[in-house]
Structure formats: structure tokens, C-alpha cells
């Protein structure tokens, strides 16, 4: 299984001259497994060079992506995915129960007179919605892909991947805090991610920005480390990268989890996601 970032920013695309190394396109990633198959998680602003890129590859297209939730970072680059202008697609959707209207609402809808030059409705490819994520598993080229509900406003998934002996979880959008929903505890989640070798998670806040932005749906680096560590997580990445933050500021909230990684002599991995990059299982 292979692992490609192309956006691991929060909120809003930040393209600029301080957004380089981190990237400044919203969430979006591109999961190989063993058989090439390709399985797309989000649709945020990342998700249109990826479209160049899988389109330069093969005339025809056979996709997965996968939503976690709604909100417009995670769904505002849906409409600029080139492979969907092409009948030679066929992308397979599933995620959050709410997905499909998200998506489509980036064209259009009743409070609006339009917000996009191209309805949904005139779109070449093929689209299916295939609804499985939220009754179990779903399988994927021998991969099973499970889903857990994230502690957000609206609510979203958090995804599991398993492909013979490897485990990597995705889960951002996610604020962990003892004063929680039902099903969502930080007990709930350490469950959810036990033993994976990669665990992608939201740390948006550091430490001392955490307290003023209680109930945003976000984590501080902190509560995903001690989270991660509990998981017997092997490399923790953190991502969602608040808009305001730059490469500088960014690279010192990593070294802030590393410390506390270090100094409970935990041999836990920890980097900052970079769009771009690439991680192997």
C-alpha cells in the first residue's frame, strides 16, 4: 500500500511563497494498494492535480474516493477533477452518509442560481454511490476499509485501512477530548487505531491554542500524540494544517509532539504531512 499526499491543509487553500514545503491545497490522498488499484480519500483542493495526474496515466478510469465529511475544505475541489468531464470514468463513492449531497452541492443547489458553469447532472463519468461504509466493512481489491464516526460538527468518518498485515488509519477533522459524544471517546479511537503502522491524524491547534478553540472539531498535537502512543501507533503523521500557520511554524509544532515523544521515551514516529510526499506499508 502506498500513501500520497495532495493537500494537507485545514479550512482553506493557502498557496503562497510560506506554504511551500507543507503545501496549501486542502485534504486529499491518493491510497495505491498492492494491485495499483486506487482508492481517493476527500475531495479538497488537492484533488485536482491528482486528476491530471491519473488522467495523463490511462484513458480510462476505475476509482474509489472516499469522504470523511462535508464541510468545504474537503469537498470544494470535487468539481475540478478532470476525469469527471470523461465517459471513460467510473468513480465509485462512499464515506459519510451525507457525501453525495456534499459533492453535488458544489455545483448547485436551492439557494443558489448556480456555482459552477457545469451542472452534476451533465457529468460524463459514471458515478456510484455505493453506501456500504456506514452499515461495515467495505472491500477493496483485498483491502478492508472500515469506518468510525469522528467527534466534529456534523459529524464525518475516520477510515481504516487493511491490506494483509498492514494497518494505516486516516482520521482528521477529529477533536479528542474526554467531554465527548457517545462512541467517540479518546478510548473509542485508541481502539480504532491499536497497532497501526501509520496513523494520519488531525493536530490543527498546538497545546496552548487548544482552549480558545474548543468545539471547532479539531485536535492539538498533545491529545493526538498521547492518543497515538496509546494505540501503539508506529508513525503518527499530523495534518490539517490551520491556513495561518506557515512551513516555519509548522515544522516547529512537529518538533513540539516530538518532544513529548522524547521525553516519555516513546519511540513513536513523528512528522508533519507534506503534500507531495509519499508513504510505503
Same mark, same amino acid.
Given at each position: 500500500?502506498?500513501? &500520497?499526499?495532495?493537500?494537507?491543509?485545514?479550512?482553506?487553500?493557502?498557496?503562497?511563497?510560506?506554504?511551500?514545503?507543507?503545501?496549501?491545497?486542502?485534504?486529499?490522498?491518493?491510497?495505491?494498494?498492492?494491485?495499483?488499484?486506487?482508492?481517493?480519500?476527500? /475531495?479538497?483542493?488537492?484533488?485536482?492535480?491528482?486528476?491530471?495526474?491519473?488522467?495523463?496515466?490511462?484513458?480510462?478510469?476505475?476509482?474509489? =474516493?472516499?469522504?470523511?465529511?462535508?464541510?468545504?475544505?474537503?469537498? =470544494?475541489?470535487?468539481?475540478?477533477?478532470?476525469?469527471?468531464?470523461?465517459?471513460?470514468?467510473?468513480?465509485?463513492?462512499?464515506?459519510?452518509?451525507?457525501?453525495?449531497?456534499?459533492?453535488?452541492?458544489?455545483?448547485?443547489? &436551492?439557494?443558489?442560481?448556480?456555482?459552477?458553469?457545469?451542472?452534476?447532472?451533465?457529468? &460524463?463519468?459514471?458515478?456510484?454511490?455505493?453506501?456500504?461504509?456506514?452499515?461495515?466493512?467495505?472491500?477493496?481489491?483485498?483491502?478492508?476499509?472500515?469506518?468510525?464516526?469522528?467527534?466534529?460538527?456534523?459529524d464525518g468518518f475516520a477510515f481504516r485501512f487493511k491490506e494483509g498485515r498492514r494497518v494505516f488509519v486516516f482520521m482528521?477533522?477529529?477533536?479528542?477530548?474526554?467531554?465527548?459524544?457517545?462512541?467517540?471517546?479518546? &478510548?473509542?479511537?485508541?481502539?480504532?487505531?491499536?497497532?497501526?503502522?501509520?496513523?494520519?491524524?488531525?493536530?490543527?491547534?498546538?497545546?496552548?491554542?487548544?482552549?480558545?478553540?474548543?468545539?471547532?472539531?479539531?485536535?492539538?498535537?498533545?491529545?493526538?500524540?498521547?492518543?497515538?502512543?496509546?494505540?501503539?501507533?508506529?508513525?503518527?503523521?499530523?495534518?490539517?494544517?490551520?491556513?495561518?500557520?506557515?512551513?516555519?511554524?509548522?515544522?516547529?509544532?512537529?518538533?513540539?509532539?516530538?518532544?513529548?515523544?522524547?521525553?516519555?521515551?516513546?519511540?513513536?514516529?513523528?512528522? /508533519?504531512?507534506?503534500?507531495?510526499?509519499? =508513504?510505503?506499508?
Amino acid at each position: 500500500m502506498r500513501i &500520497k499526499f495532495w493537500g494537507t491543509r485545514g479550512s482553506i487553500a493557502v498557496p503562497g511563497k510560506d506554504t511551500i514545503l507543507y503545501g496549501g491545497n486542502t485534504t486529499c490522498l491518493e491510497i495505491t494498494l498492492e494491485s495499483g488499484y486506487v482508492i481517493i480519500i476527500d /475531495a479538497g483542493t488537492g484533488i485536482r492535480p491528482l486528476g491530471d495526474k491519473l488522467s495523463a496515466e490511462s484513458e480510462t478510469l476505475d476509482v474509489h =474516493l472516499l469522504i470523511t465529511h462535508i464541510h468545504w475544505d474537503h469537498v =470544494l475541489g470535487f468539481p475540478y477533477f478532470g476525469p469527471l468531464y470523461k465517459s471513460s470514468t467510473h468513480l465509485k463513492i462512499d464515506g459519510y452518509p451525507t457525501c453525495m449531497n456534499g459533492l453535488k452541492n458544489t455545483f448547485d443547489n &436551492k439557494m443558489g442560481d448556480g456555482f459552477f458553469p457545469v451542472k452534476f447532472a451533465d457529468l &460524463k463519468a459514471k458515478i456510484t454511490y455505493l453506501d456500504k461504509l456506514r452499515h461495515g466493512d467495505l472491500e477493496v481489491e483485498g483491502a478492508a476499509i472500515s469506518a468510525a464516526p469522528l467527534h466534529h460538527p456534523q459529524d464525518g468518518f475516520a477510515f481504516r485501512f487493511k491490506e494483509g498485515r498492514r494497518v494505516f488509519v486516516f482520521m482528521t477533522d477529529n477533536e479528542l477530548r474526554e467531554d465527548r459524544w457517545k462512541g467517540r471517546t479518546p &478510548k473509542d479511537y485508541v481502539k480504532f487505531c491499536k497497532d497501526a503502522d501509520i496513523l494520519v491524524h488531525d493536530s490543527q491547534f498546538t497545546p496552548g491554542e487548544i482552549e480558545e478553540r474548543r468545539d471547532w472539531g479539531h485536535s492539538d498535537y498533545g491529545a493526538a500524540f498521547a492518543m497515538a502512543d496509546k494505540a501503539n501507533v508506529k508513525r503518527l503523521i499530523l495534518t490539517h494544517h490551520d491556513p495561518a500557520r506557515t512551513d516555519l511554524q509548522v515544522t516547529d509544532l512537529a518538533a513540539g509532539c516530538k518532544a513529548l515523544a522524547t521525553a516519555k521515551g516513546s519511540d513513536l514516529v513523528i512528522e /508533519a504531512a507534506m503534500e507531495m510526499s509519499e =508513504l510505503e506499508l
